[in-house]
């Protein structure tokens, strides 16, 4: 997947009157005081002791906070917040077991999970990366970050086929939205032979950023694939005059040239 990230780094480089007289105003008359009586002569002796009770009873009732109001799901946002912190600290360890108890809490909880099956394949664990990326799809089928990493990581299995399955299912977003996606789809396409397929996704791609010049190399690696190799040279030369292609993609581009002319 190296040829990605090369081409998303290089994207990176690249989102109120009155009368004669007036009559006298009207003061309120005082009236009389009245004499308070003592509250247990208003009351009675057995009502005094009921408002006693009455208020001994509500004086420790207190209004539910926010994270107590929406637990489970507060409780497992601090566990997720746990385990970030814990993975700063590279415990990763206690991470991994905050994680694990903030999906426990909310299986819902999408950056849990993503970070959680991020760290399990950072420790080799990846079959158990695989697993939680599958099972948040189910969850929620079209979250497009599930999407590419779990794609990624079947494209390291060499399940190609599938990679492709998971990435179409239920659609893409944009290319202007997540160019990414599209580039993880058109590398698969180019690994399966499908050459056409692979370059009308690179096509889609330059629409939106046809000053990437990845893209190009991309496009001209994919046409080349067809035995079109007149524009697989354009597609090269128009890479090279690209401000911001990397060196790697650059000789690469100035080999296929050199070969094709």
């Known amino acids: 997947m190296s040829l990605i990230n090369q081409m998303l780094r290089d ?16 003061r309120p008359r005082k009236m009389a005081r009245i004499p308070c009586l003592p509250l ?3 009351l009675g002796g057995a009502a005094l002791v009921v408002l006693f009770l009455l208020l001994t009873a ?14 489970p799901y507060g409780m497992a946002e601090e566990a997720f917040l746990d385990g970030k912190l814990a993975l700063k600290q590279q415990r990763d360890n206690q991470a991994v077991r905050s994680l694990q108890h903030a999906l426990e809490l909310n299986p819902g909880h999408l950056p849990a999970r993503e970070l959680l099956a ?14 939680l990326l599958a099972e948040g799809l189910e969850i929620t089928p079209h979250y497009i970050v599930f999407k590419k990493s779990y794609a990624k ?3 390291d299995q060499g399940d190609y086929e599938v990679a492709i399955k998971v990435m179409l299912n239920g659609g893409l977003p944009t290319v202007e939205e ?9 590398s698969l396409y180019q690994h399966l032979g499908e050459s056409f397929l692979a370059a009308q996704t690179y096509r889609n791609l330059l629409v939106a950023w046809p000053q990437t010049g990845a893209f190009w190399v991309g496009l001209g690696g ?8 007149e524009e697989a040279v354009e597609c090269y030369q128009n890479a090279l005059k690209t401000k911001n292609l990397r060196q790697d ?13």
Not at 58 to 67: E, H, L, N, Q
Not at 222 to 229: D, I
């Open 40 to 42: 247990p002569l208003v």
């Open 118 to 131: 991020e760290t399990l394949d950072k420790d080799g664990k990846t079959g158990e990366a695989m697993f």
């Open 178 to 186: 997540d160019p990414e996606a599209h580039v993880v789809l058109a």
């Open 58 to 71: 509500t004086k420790g009732i207190s209004r539910p906070t926010a994270v107590r109001a929406a637990a």
């Open 153 to 155: 990581l079947l494209v």
């Open 222 to 229: 994919a046409l080349e694939g067809q035995n079109l190799s």
């Open 11 to 26: 994207l990176q480089q690249q989102k109120d009157g009155g009368g004669s007289t007036k009559p006298e105003a009207l």
């Open 249 to 261: 993609l650059s000789r690469y581009a100035k080999n296929r040239l050199s070969l094709l002319n």
